[in-house]
């Protein structure tokens, strides 16, 4: 199989790619090829059975055409200062150029044009008041928000948009390694099943998202591709009733708060606050379990759930955060029977597990039904833990009772985006022909960086 372009993975970032290719007006053959299934055969069980089934070969909630991101929340960061570290490599100028550009795409294909975030300065003011008494930054990032159920139909309109415009996607096969002849990449080896096929093409994309981090760093060290150890974010997700976030809910839709809590001073942020959403569950092919958030356009909760993310930075020797991350998530899985563990502020505080009498008594029930009561500060590191307690007592000043004794913690949060490919500004690897995009690359953090790294990509590619 001969192609011009194959691009490997079918989230935001493989996608943009073949788009603005063809918004461009390229007559490039390309190819597209994702693990999972097409946008319109993306259904998770979990909606009639009311548990995970833990999907094989994989879980439709992370993998498929759209990504990972798309089925979680939906939301689209429309600031360059939020969503990774791209305008570090391109300008914050051009980034947040990009940024409204690549907007306009998406509202071309049925996004709501409701922008959340804006138009409150004075209540804006107030938090960012007090966020600063506390030592937090406020950071606050217009949202458009698609929507769990409503993404699906946006993404499926792009999907018949690539089709009918010629391009390939092959659905249900793996990529299995780079073809590599000297400093120079040919193409991929892709399977399903006992089918095994190379597509040789000029151009070679990476986009295999926050899922396929690990096996991008594999192949990182396997064929050479520069490449150096980042951030690794380990932490919780938070669940309180919807009345403790109502002022941030109304004002930002999703606050965006960071500190340096005492004693150790490292990053901690707030990340993909869902209002009136709910708690859920990703499987990886590993069988980790990792906890995220979903929230609705139509259906709401009685609850607010964002995740708290501890950011870790390693030196030499050292070498594997990724594999550090999920060695975290496989013991708090171990101690939860592969299901996701939940635990009560105070519980933790008082150094006791939560029992599920105590969670079926309390204000805030848990929107993760199946979710296991226990103890997850027997699995999570000292370091991470003390970060994440303190950071929810200085919210606290912000949002009065955001550190109650009923505030639900699960874990684990993870996010597989460590590695990062080094690159320059037009995305250049070290290997010839091979471009490495999106959350996997280590460069993007959500849906509009990565989104925007691929028109970016179909740009130099057209």
């Not at 370091?383 to 009923?406: C, H, Q, T, W, Y």
Request: hydrophobic share 35%; glycine share 10%.
């Amino acid at each position: 199989m001969k192609y011009d372009v194959v691009i490997i993975g079918a989230g935001p970032a493989g996608i943009f790619t073949a788009l603005e290719m063809i918004n461009k007006g390229s007559t490039k053959k390309i190819i597209i090829v994702e693990k999972g299934s097409a946008v319109e055969n993306r259904h998770c069980p979990k909606v009639k059975t009311g548990k995970c089934m833990n999907c094989k070969p994989y879980c439709h909630i992370t993998t498929g055409f759209s990504g990972a991101g798309a089925f979680s929340d939906g939301k689209l960061s429309l600031s360059c200062e939020v969503g990774g570290d791209l305008p570090s490599l391109i300008g914050e100028d051009f980034a947040q150029e990009m940024i409204d550009y690549t907007d306009k795409i998406y509202l071309s294909f049925g996004a709501d044009e409701k922008v959340e975030g804006v138009g409150n300065s004075d209540a804006v003011k107030e938090i960012r008041k007090r966020a600063i008494q506390t030592g937090l930054k406020l950071v606050d990032c217009p949202i458009r928000h698609l929507g769990t159920e409503k993404a699906r139909d946006l993404y499926y309109a792009i999907e018949q948009h690539l089709l009918d415009k010629g391009v390939d996607i092959v659905f249900g096969y793996e990529c299995t390694d780079i073809i590599m002849e000297g400093d120079r990449c040919l193409g991929v080896c892709v399977s399903k099943g006992g089918d095994t096929r190379v597509i040789l093409a000029g151009s070679t994309v990476i986009a295999t998202g926050r899922r396929g981090a690990d096996w991008l760093e594999a192949k990182c060290a396997q064929h050479n591709i520069a490449h150096q150890p980042g951030t690794v974010d380990i932490g919780v997700r938070v669940e309180v009733r919807n009345e403790i976030m109502e002022t941030v809910n109304e004002a930002l839709y999703e606050s965006k708060l960071i500190g340096y809590p005492l004693p150790f001073k490292n990053k901690v942020r707030t990340f993909c606050q869902n209002p009136g959403g709910f708690v859920s569950q990703e499987n990886y092919d590993n069988q980790l379990a990792v906890v995220n958030g979903h929230s609705y356009k139509e259906t709401k909760s009685d609850n607010t759930n964002v995740s708290i993310l501890c950011s870790h930075n390693f030196n030499e020797p050292f070498n594997q955060p990724i594999s550090y991350a999920q060695k975290v998530g496989e013991l708090t899985n171990m101690l939860g029977a592969g299901h996701i563990l939940v635990q009560r502020f105070s519980d933790i505080l008082d150094g006791k597990r939560t029992w599920p009498k105590e969670l079926s008594q309390s204000n805030v029930r848990p929107t993760l039904t199946d979710a296991v009561a226990g103890d997850i500060t027997a699995a999570m590191p000292y370091r991470a833990m003390v970060n994440i307690i303190n950071f929810i007592k200085a919210v606290d000043n912000v949002l009065p009772g955001f550190a109650s004794r009923e505030t639900l913690l699960y874990s684990p949060e993870l996010k597989f985006y460590s590695n990062r490919i080094k690159m320059d500004k037009d995305f250049n690897t070290n290997v010839k022909n091979l471009y490495c995009l999106g959350d996997s690359s280590g460069w993007t953090r959500g849906l509009m960086m990565a989104s925007v790294m691929g028109v970016l990509m179909g740009r130099r590619l057209a």
